[in-house]
């Protein structure tokens, strides 16, 4: 069993940057960020396995980066050069087996709003 708890969402301009913490209990061997928008179906953005191999999505290479404090357990988005399009609620999401971008996960966070305006 574990236990997401997402931070960091805010509003912010185009170009701006924010970082997404996702505080995690229990064993997992894959942890990431999902995203929301809109209108939209739940897109993958970034995971990270127990080896520490990451993978992103298209839309976010350049601008994003996913790391993991292994010691403190915490896992983090960087997110740079926000979009409009970025805007979404984004999941943290984990698994003891998987690790894709699909998200076919068993855990969940509550979610964390990210809002960027022209």
């Known amino acids: 069993q574990a236990h997401l708890v997402e931070s960091g969402g805010d509003s912010v301009q185009a170009g701006g940057s924010l970082r997404l913490s996702c505080a995690a209990s229990?064993?997992?061997?894959?942890v990431g960020w999902f995203r929301q928008g809109p209108g939209k179906e739940r897109e993958g953005v970034a995971v990270?396995?127990?080896?520490?191999?990451?993978t992103y999505a298209d839309s976010v290479k350049g601008r994003f980066t996913i790391s993991k404090d292994n010691a403190k357990n915490i896992l983090y988005l960087q997110m740079n050069n926000l979009k409009p399009e970025d805007t979404a609620m984004y999941y943290c999401?984990?698994?003891?087996?998987?690790?894709?971008?699909?998200?076919?996960?068993?855990?969940w966070g509550q979610g964390t709003q990210v809002t960027v305006s022209s």
């Open positions: 999401g984990a698994d003891s087996y998987r690790c894709s971008l699909r998200g076919d996960y068993a855990y």
């Open positions: 229990g064993y997992i061997y894959c």
């Open positions: 990270i396995d127990g080896y520490g191999t990451k």
